[in-house]
């Protein structure tokens, strides 16, 4: 039986600020050493990361591996890992498995799959229209990652799920205190988000969080449903907040040599950016619920795995075919046709809309910065110029 490789000194899980140039020298590391390799964990001790497409997507379907935190390695401080509460005291899409993971993302992918999606598209694109036009009114400089990226998503989610638009100011308040450090905050904010979610719920509301009201199993709380609410709209701000980032930089780079604003382009754009500058760098975390063989090497019970999203996206040898920017498996993202319906609403609208928008600032001088843990990258500033 062999041992995975333990690389000392490599730490994937580290606060860094680069440009967007400059890739995470992490993931080639990782890479270079195996197909799973053993890091030190955040928490303490060791986590197993897998660096392979194949067995990535074996583990992503493996049942031995769970997503409840109460499998953790026993020790492991919550707050340190970034976990949320166990399965039984908060079940959540993230945190169930099996049976009772899949009765309930029976009840939302109805509501998030691609034909419910596509009836969107327009109500998508006005959004984007209405706040670009806003932040062009005054024909200066704007950063797009203060004024667009954030607003833009929880604006279309809020609209989706039913919740009055007033409330925006509020969400993304409180989407950005979910990443602070200060103790209590992302308590706070849970239930500030999880409190805002409740207004999609009234009796006069038609959106999504009353239709999910109404599609959850019998036995789910009034408080386990407005956490459903909660998940869906911070995952979905979270990671298409970064993804806007990268995507808009990337489709100004080129100005004024812009390819042609057909739907094939735009949509290749779109998965090739998220397939190098994946939002979610790595999975969440899974734990093994059992002693487990993988890669011939021997995993204890509750040893803590993780997939290197953007090491196996981003491998030169990597062989054609879809990548892992969603996931895989049962828990593959429940909003990647919203996200990506998002993203190619933007550059859309940017290309008819703003055809003379343009950077500020060369695009080799855009940085990009974590914040540590599981988080990716976000652009730290997007100086564009709407009307060029
Ligand atoms: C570019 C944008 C997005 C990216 C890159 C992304 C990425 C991911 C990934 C990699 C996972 C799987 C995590 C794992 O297996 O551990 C996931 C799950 C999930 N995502 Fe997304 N996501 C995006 C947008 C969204 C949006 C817009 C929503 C909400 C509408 C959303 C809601 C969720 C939820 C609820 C899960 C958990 C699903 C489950 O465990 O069954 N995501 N996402």
Redesign the pocket.
Known sequence: MLNAPYLKGIDPFAAAVRSITEPDPVHAALRAAGPLVQVDAPAGGRAWIVTDNALAREV?LDPRIS?DPACAPPGWDRYTAGLEQTAAEQPS??TLDGPE?AEL?RAHAPL?NAQRIHEQSDRIHAIARKLLTELAADRTETDLMAGFTTRY?LTV?LDLLGIPLDHVDQAADACGQMLSNQPGAQGSAIAALAELAASGLGDNRQGLAAELRDRVPAHTTQEQLRYHLF??IF??QL??DA?LGTLIAHALADRPHQPPADEVSIDELVRET?RQH???PF??WRFTTTEIELAGTRLPSRAPVLVD?QGINTDPARSPGPDL???AG???????Q??LLE?RAVTTVLRTDFPRACLAIPFTELQQATTGGLQGSRLTALPVTLHG
């Open positions: 992503l997503k899409l993230t993971h993302r998030l998503p989610l998940a869906l995952a979905g990671t298409t993804a998220l994946p939002p979610a999975t969440l999203i920017a969603f996931g049962p828990h593959f993202c429940i909003g990647a919203l996200a993203l």
